[in-house]
């Protein structure tokens, strides 16, 4: 189950304070796009997210993109909020973390990856050795795929929120 687990549970992506990175050592962070930074498609940040995003550069901290979804969705995005982009990157393979930790040359524990799906974005960060940070997703999916993903994480976030505080908490984590 703890390639599963995320290792801090968060509402919203703007919640992820340089504080708490600070404090896990945190020097880089790995993003979804779609349900995480905006909604399904969309080519624009909202006020809040792209505060965070100032916020995170603000602080020194490295950012990069890394989607399942195709260059053409994903680079567009990309260059309008000036973060580099590894699309197609095989969450929750390696690859495309791997790639991002290449080029930035940190070791996996000076990174976290930012996502709202377990079986992608968390189980990508857990094999890979990162601190993984879950967020809730801006709006229910419609796509019958992602509603089956959804209803599968159901089991893993309440395995999350059963041993959350404990475990999370002496790890320094947090809990929703």
């Not at 260059?71 to 790639?99: H, V």
């Not at 940190?106 to 189980?123: C, N």
């Not at 890979?128 to 992602?146: D, R, T, Y």
Request: with cysteine; hydrophobic share 40%; glycine share 6%.
């Amino acid at each position: 189950m703890r390639v599963l687990t995320p290792d801090i549970y968060l509402n919203h992506v703007s919640e992820v304070s340089p504080d708490l990175l600070h404090k896990r050592g945190i020097r880089a962070l790995i993003l979804d796009v779609d349900n995480t930074l905006t909604r399904h498609n969309s080519q624009v940040l909202s006020k809040e997210v792209a505060d965070w995003v100032a916020l995170m550069r603000q602080n020194g901290m490295k950012l990069m993109i890394a989607s399942n979804n195709t260059a053409a969705r994903i680079e567009p995005f990309s260059k309008t909020i000036g973060i580099d982009a590894i699309p197609n990157s095989c969450k929750p393979l390696p690859i495309g973390y791997r790639k991002a930790q290449k080029e930035w040359n940190l070791p996996s524990h000076e990174i976290a990856v930012i996502g709202d799906q377990i079986y992608t974005d968390i189980t990508g960060a857990n094999l890979c050795g990162m601190l993984s940070i879950m967020v809730n997703c801006f709006e229910p999916e419609k796509n019958v795929f992602f509603k089956f993903k959804r209803f599968l994480e159901r089991p893993v976030l309440k395995h999350y929120r059963k041993i959350g505080e404990s475990a999370f908490r002496s790890k320094g984590g947090t809990h929703r």
